[in-house]
């Protein structure tokens, strides 16, 4: 049996050290850890440890919320653990997926998980939208030139060659050709 940690941040201002120190201290052989959101399902560093998975093995976390932030996502990571005769457990929460009282746990800490980050979303959408109503907030600046676009196809250049002169994709040089189009300047 082979104890394997998992720890995750979500952005580069974060570490994991913490995460990392207490996976040790709790016995995992070894800890993979990543950068990514967690709600993001394609995670290579913890695909690379379910594959290694054996039976009897362990994923060890220090809170469910480093594993998912989803209630399916969750389900879907424990049923491949099971799947593998591992079990998975947590170093700050009584979670033991081979009780029957550590995986009803789990089940209620994803849900409250999945719960914050709909929270935390529906914050951050109440939030842009009064920026926007007192002019702060304009978004992200557009990464392409739609005038230098133009004037290459009044030159004469192909939406292929436009897309690779500037770094682009083609999609994008049509998007933009129908709208001047549609909308003539």
Known sequence: ??????????????????????????????????????AKTDRPELAKLLRRLEPGDVLMVTRIDRLARSIGDLQDIVRAVRAKGAALKATEQPIDTSTAAGKCFLDMLGVFAEFETNLRRERQLEGI?????????????????????????????GAAEIARRLKIGRASVYRLLEERAAYPR
């Open 1 to 38: 049996m082979t104890i394997y940690g998992y720890a995750r941040v979500s952005t580069d201002g974060q570490t994991l050290a913490a995460q990392d120190a207490a996976l040790h201290a709790a016995g995992c052989a070894k800890v993979y850890g990543e950068r990514q959101s967690g």
């Open 129 to 157: 939208a009064k920026a926007k109503a007192a002019g702060v907030y304009k978004g992200r600046r557009p990464s392409i030139d739609p005038a230098e676009v133009a004037k290459l196809k009044r030159e004469g250049v």
